[in-house]
């Protein structure tokens, strides 16, 4: 697939790989060669608890007990942000600072295919309401 593999085996450690691991400065310079990336184009996050409600710039704000929770935002080009929820209630979106997303630029929000314009401003929060 086209992916680098580095794979080190301690031989009879068992679980205390770590201990060995850490000796000298190896892993610290492999784990120098690699960049989180803060603001991705997409962002997909399932979770259940509030305890893990954050992802890079998605917040998840109201969950569904007992459901997992899910959110799959995606800008499909600049100011365009399309998102697919289930089994949520309530979400925000941190866009300060995020490339796709200048704020003096009108944004099109789509959230579970309904088309929602908004100003771009540094957060967005949604939620959903009973039309019935």
């Not at 935002?73 to 995020?98: K, W």
């Amino acid at each position: 697939m086209g992916t680098p593999i580095d794979y080190v085996e301690y031989a009879d450690v068992h679980h205390n790989a770590w201990d060995h691991a850490h000796q000298g400065t190896t892993i610290f310079a492999w784990f120098d060669r690699f960049r989180r990336v803060p603001f991705p184009a997409r962002v997909r996050f399932v979770s259940q608890m509030y305890k893990y409600s954050s992802a890079y710039w998605t917040h998840l704000d109201g969950l569904t007990p007992g459901l997992p929770a899910s959110i799959d935002a995606r800008f499909m080009t600049p100011h365009r942000l399309d998102i697919t929820t289930q089994h949520l209630d309530g979400f925000t979106v941190h866009l300060a600072g995020h490339p796709q997303c200048a704020r003096d630029e009108p944004l099109v929000v789509t959230i579970d295919d309904c088309v929602m314009p908004r100003q771009a401003r540094g957060s967005l929060s949604f939620a959903r309401t009973d039309q019935g």
